[in-house]
């Protein structure tokens, strides 16, 4: 599997997406800065990173989902690619229209960092595929903005279509319905406020998200 | 010429910072606030010589690509000679 990882001015979590796919595919992903219009060949999935892409002005994700690399990413969606969008990232996919919804301030209006209960919802994408339907895992969660809103027709479509991919134990930020992570049609990409990346090997507290990632790995190795 | 674009949440879509400085409010006795919305104005400054139609036509096409995400906020605009 080949992966890349794009970096924002302002993305801090790039170096742990890619530390995570390093240890878990072996290889180095490639870096791919957000000024580029040249997309690397041969990349199967690609991790858009948390952070404070430019500072989060106008709004979380505005100016990233503006940036010179979106068309290429928008057309390597379009061509059947993998795409994880964390955190920031997953305010930038929904910025870009490649996720519907948004992601609001939290209702608490507070910044939350902890671990959070996720139960894996009933899909059939390949980010789940390593993952038991209706288990729970635990990834930790650090925003200020992961209330995930969209209107009534959309949630209802998401969840008809089995398009919700994690769900939160216990709701930290107001989304609706309980979502923390969404998938595209294709179910080829998914965006999720949580941190899978942050939850690999155990130094950090958790592993649960390490089976994410090996999820992607299998099922481009079998395809 | 300047555009001056108001961008709001839509009715409906929770604003916690509404919620928390009317809260606030109430707290210091300002018992007649019943609500409060926050929104963001933004000032441009447009080169001379524009039509008023096509100026408006330019920023609206700003609003939707990029000063407001249409799935929750909405976006008025005002023109005014500089």
Not at chain 1, 132 to 138: A, C, F, L, V
Not at chain 2, 75 to 80: M, P
């Amino acid at each position: 599997m080949k992966a890349g990882v794009i970096i924002f001015p302002g993305s801090n979590c790039d170096r742990d997406a890619i530390t995570a796919l390093k240890d878990i595919t072996g290889q180095d992903p490639v870096q791919i800065w957000h000024k580029t219009t040249e997309w690397p060949k041969g990349l199967d999935f690609v991790v858009v990173p948390g952070g404070f892409s430019y500072g989060d002005y106008l709004r979380c994700g505005a100016m990233a989902g503006n940036s010179p690399i979106i068309p290429e990413l928008k057309a390597f969606a379009n061509s059947g690619g993998h795409i994880l969008g964390i955190c920031n990232g997953f305010q930038i996919l929904t910025e870009t229209g490649l996720l519907p919804g948004a992601l609001l301030r939290n209702a608490g209006l507070n910044f939350v960092c902890r671990n959070e209960r996720l139960i894996v919802s009933p899909n059939s994408s390949a980010f789940t595929s390593e993952y038991q339907s209706g288990s729970e895992i635990i990834v930790p969660v650090a925003h200020h903005d992961g209330n995930f809103f969209a209107d009534d027709a959309t949630l209802d479509m998401l969840e008809g279509d089995g398009r919700v991919a994690f769900r939160y134990a216990d709701n930290p930020n107001g989304s609706a319905r309980d979502i923390a992570g969404i998938l595209s049609e294709n179910r080829r990409v998914l965006g999720m406020m949580p941190h899978p990346e942050r939850a690999i090997g155990g130094h950090e507290g958790g592993s649960d998200g390490r089976a994410m990632f090996a999820g992607v790995m299998n099922a481009l190795a079998t395809a | 010429m300047k555009a001056i674009v108001y961008v709001e949440l839509k009715n409906g879509v929770l604003d916690p910072q509404g919620k928390a400085v009317s809260e606030t409010l109430s707290r210091l006795g300002f018992d007649e606030v019943k609500s409060a919305r926050i929104g963001k104005r933004i000032e441009l400054e447009l080169e001379d010589g524009l039509a008023k139609d096509a100026a408006e036509a330019r920023v609206k096409e700003m609003c939707e690509s990029l000063l407001a995400n249409t799935v929750i906020e909405r976006y008025q605009i005002e023109l005014a000679d500089a």
